[in-house]
């Protein structure tokens, strides 16, 4: 059974940053595109990233384009999503997904 756990989310100014991570397990996470999703409060899912199997092709939503970055050590099986310039409107749930597997959520709260 397939599993992904997010970290790293936590409480951050505007301007900050942050680092997610998720970890992927009993599945072959490597052989897969990985996304990062969001949800804001009482609002629907956002998509916000995707990354391919080996690492090479990235794509952002534009509302974080030029301030987020995806990335993945499949060595490792994990993904990434570092976050600068963090702006109120990113507080969210963060999700990665990848195959049919969901992830917890990690929270992102962007306030002074």
């Known amino acids: 059974q397939g599993q992904l756990v997010e970290s790293g989310g936590g409480l951050v100014q505007p301007g900050g940053s942050l680092r997610l991570s998720c970890a992927a397990s009993?599945?072959?996470?490597?052989?897969?595109?990985m996304n990062w999703v969001r949800q804001a409060p009482g609002k629907g899912l956002e998509w916000v990233s995707r990354?391919?199997?080996?690492?090479?092709?990235?794509y952002y939503s534009d509302s974080v384009k030029g301030r987020f970055t995806i990335s993945r050590d499949n060595a490792k099986n994990t993904l990434y999503l570092q976050m600068n310039s963090l702006k109120p409107e990113d507080t969210a749930v963060y999700y990665c997904?990848?195959?049919?597997?969901w992830g917890q959520g990690t929270q992102v709260t962007v306030s002074s």
């Open positions: 997904f990848s195959n049919a597997y």
């Open positions: 009993g599945f072959t996470s490597s052989t897969y595109s």
């Open positions: 990354i391919n199997s080996g690492g090479s092709v990235t």
